[in-house]
């Protein structure tokens, strides 16, 4: 069954006014992706805000960090399993599945995190993930401290919190406008 083929229940401008720049990058996920990710799109209702949401993924996903791509992504993955966030489930599942070569690990931690072989390094990450996700006044200096403990550093720890942080806010910005994924991801890395 096919899901919507909507990009978001609010209206999305069939000629979007982008800068070049922007225009430029939207080429680019064209080439190297096949396709202009929905997200994208849905933020040319606002292209001020684009440009803040492109700059901001950029650094903090595809930035310098202590923290893998991989591991950056599995935590986009189990912040939206909480948050059941559609979207961002399949696309980052999709990215998971790709950049570990493994699909099953990419389907596990799409709905129970809990259940994949992970190392006490990633058990750890996503477990501070997934609390800090679902009870973030509960966190405390013991759940930093068993970070440190697998050998995450202080700045390792400020990227995780920021990672979760984003795709807590993206949830709910995919989950408030009813945004549907690219049907082109359901179908790769598997």
């Known amino acids: 069954m096919p899901q919507p083929k909507h990009v978001m229940a609010l209206k999305v401008p069939k000629s979007p006014k982008l800068d070049k720049e922007m225009q430029a990058y939207f080429k680019l996920c064209e080439e190297k992706l096949g396709f202009v990710p929905n997200v994208l799109k849905a933020y040319t209702l606002r292209p001020e805000k684009l440009r803040n949401f492109v700059a901001t993924y950029?650094?903090?996903?595809?930035?310098?960090?202590?923290?893998s791509k991989l591991e950056r992504e599995m935590i986009a993955v189990v912040v939206s399993?909480?948050?059941?966030?559609y979207y961002c489930l399949v696309a980052h599942g999709q990215a998971v599945r790709h950049l570990s070569?493994?699909?099953?690990?990419?389907?596990?931690?799409?709905?129970?995190?809990?259940?994949?072989k992970l190392s006490k390094r990633h058990r750890a990450m996503l477990d501070f993930a997934w609390k800090l996700t679902e009870t973030p006044t509960k966190v405390e200096e013991p759940?930093?401290?068993a970070l440190r403990k697998v050998g995450f550093s202080d700045e390792d720890i400020f990227d995780i919190c920021?990672?979760?942080a984003f795709y807590n806010a993206s949830n709910?910005?995919?989950?408030?406008?009813?945004?549907?994924?690219?049907a082109e991801y359901h179908k790769r890395s598997r």
């Open 143 to 145: 759940d930093r401290q």
């Open 81 to 85: 399993c909480v948050n059941h966030c």
């Open 58 to 67: 950029n650094t903090l996903m595809l930035g310098d960090s202590g923290l």
């Open 172 to 182: 709910r910005m995919a989950i408030g406008t009813d945004m549907m994924p690219n």
């Open 101 to 116: 070569g493994d699909p099953e690990l990419g389907e596990m931690l799409t709905r129970n995190y809990r259940v994949a």
């Open 162 to 164: 920021d990672v979760a």
